[in-house]
């Protein structure tokens, strides 16, 4: 999973270097904005992926639980 939000993040900074480039900046700049255009956007896919699994897990732990609870008999079922 890092390695595809990695492999976006570099899309983006070559994106964001051919656009910076055409507004006619110096080459210290673009590299600059195009560097922190990429630490953001990857930091930023890095934390919703990460909120994003934990949901799913707690999604999932939830439902396991009560499929648990139904064959084991401890509630209602007995």
Do not use: C, H, R, Y
């Not at 993040?9 to 590299?31: N, R």
């Not at 953001?40 to 396991?64: C, D, H, P, Q, R």
């Amino acid at each position: 999973m890092s390695k595809i939000i990695f492999n976006f993040g570099l899309l983006i900074f070559f994106i964001s270097i051919v656009i910076f480039a055409q507004k006619g900046m110096m080459v210290q700049d673009v590299i600059i904005k195009s560097t922190i255009v990429f630490l953001v956007v990857t930091i930023l896919f890095s934390v919703l992926t990460l909120t994003f699994i934990k949901a799913i897990n707690k999604a999932f732990g939830n439902k396991e639980q009560t499929i648990n609870q139904k064959l084991v008999g401890s509630g209602d079922n007995e």
